[in-house]
């Protein structure tokens, strides 16, 4: 018998998927970033039907940087359709529980645990993982909804894969977007 996982009241975190990771001014656009997009939407559509919270976390550079508060790829990726009464978090480094307002509201979910998504799978995916972890979160990564960019050294898809396999090390629990639209809340 296949039993789906049930992620109670979990929610979600989409993190980083600003408009500089997709709109290719100044970076490309992440890899597979028109699945990703695709993925992302059918994961928020989800939860908001199943009632669950979400959050957007976003980044601030320093200034300059094209993800700078007031840069035209700062704002979080108008496609993704965020509403309303989905908060949106600011953070300076990789880890997004380095904001307190975030980490208060992560504990006034009330759920043991966080479903994590978004980008950079090498930078502040990780890093929020490990802040999660830190926090003595239960954590649940997306597996092919988050991505990154190529690297001199290593192409996107292998940063995204290693990184799948570290986090499954470290004992997060993998999911794929499927398998997550299809769970019962």
Same mark, same amino acid.
């Given at each position: 018998m296949v039993t789906t996982p049930n992620f109670g009241s979990a929610p979600i975190v989409i993190i980083d998927l600003q408009t500089g990771m997709f709109d290719g001014l100044v970076d490309p656009p992440l890899h597979g970033s028109d699945r990703l997009v695709e993925r992302v939407l059918a994961i928020i559509d989800r939860a908001r039907r199943d009632g669950r919270k979400i959050a957007f976390i976003r980044h601030d550079g320093p200034p300059g940087d094209p993800l700078a @508060?007031?840069?035209?790829?700062?704002?979080?990726?108008?496609?993704?359709?965020?509403?309303?009464?989905? @908060?949106?978090?600011?953070?300076?480094?990789?880890?997004?529980?380095?904001? @307190?307002?975030?980490?208060?509201?992560?504990?006034e979910q009330g759920a043991p645990e966080v479903i994590l998504l978004g980008a950079q799978t090498d930078f502040c995916v990780a890093a929020t993982v490990k802040g999660a972890l830190s926090n003595d979160l239960k954590v649940t990564v997306i597996s092919d909804a988050h991505s990154t960019l190529d690297q001199p050294d290593e192409a996107a898809a292998a940063i995204v894969n290693r990184y799948n396999a570290q986090f499954a090390e470290a004992g997060v629990n993998l999911v794929t977007t499927d398998r997550f639209i299809q769970a019962v809340a």
């Open positions: @508060p007031g840069e035209p790829g700062w704002a979080v990726w108008p496609a993704l359709g965020q509403a309303d009464d989905e @908060p949106t978090f600011s953070k300076s480094v990789g880890d997004a529980f380095s904001n @307190p307002d975030f980490r208060r509201w992560i504990e």
